[in-house]
């Protein structure tokens, strides 16, 4: 730091983002192996995705399949695939939300 003048060494900054930057990387680790559900039909439908928003499952019960009705069970099917993805987008917040954040506080980055 400069005497008085209130600003981080530029060594201060590296280590700042060489860290934001390692902790980024293990959050989106941690989404790529995380799985969140999301269900319609009262739990007919059953989507199953990874953190990132992969469709990783679907369990379809046979009580969802009417051959005389098939567009109702594909509402289902996309109705549990948004609510998944919805969880994940929830989970993405939740994990990399205040790294996000913490690029935004430090001094001297362009965020």
Same mark, same amino acid.
């Given at each position: 730091?400069?005497?008085?003048?209130?600003?981080? =060494?530029?060594?201060?900054?590296?280590?700042?983002?060489? *860290?934001?930057?390692?902790?980024?990387?293990?959050? $989106?680790?941690? +989404?790529?192996?995380?799985e969140? &559900?999301?269900?319609?039909?009262?739990?007919?439908? *059953?989507? !199953?995705? =990874?953190?990132?928003? &992969?469709?990783?499952?679907?369990?379809?019960?046979?009580?969802?399949?009417?051959?005389?009705? !098939?567009? !109702?069970?594909?509402?289902?099917? +996309?109705?549990?695939?948004?609510?998944? =993805?919805? =969880?994940?987008?929830?989970?993405q917040? &939740? *994990?990399?939300?205040?790294?996000? $954040?913490? +690029?935004?506080?430090?001094?001297? +980055?362009?965020?």
């Amino acid at each position: 730091m400069i005497p008085g003048g209130g600003q981080p =060494n530029m060594q201060d900054l590296l280590q700042q983002a060489q *860290k934001m930057q390692q902790d980024l990387a293990r959050a $989106q680790e941690e +989404l790529a192996s995380a799985e969140v &559900e999301g269900q319609s039909g009262g739990g007919l439908v *059953k989507a !199953t995705v =990874n953190g990132s928003g &992969e469709l990783r499952g679907l369990v379809i019960d046979p009580k969802a399949v009417d051959p005389e009705d !098939t567009e !109702t069970l594909a509402d289902l099917v +996309l109705a549990a695939v948004h609510a998944a =993805n919805d =969880n994940a987008q929830r989970l993405q917040q &939740e *994990k990399l939300g205040p790294l996000a $954040q913490g +690029l935004g506080g430090m001094p001297g +980055l362009p965020f």
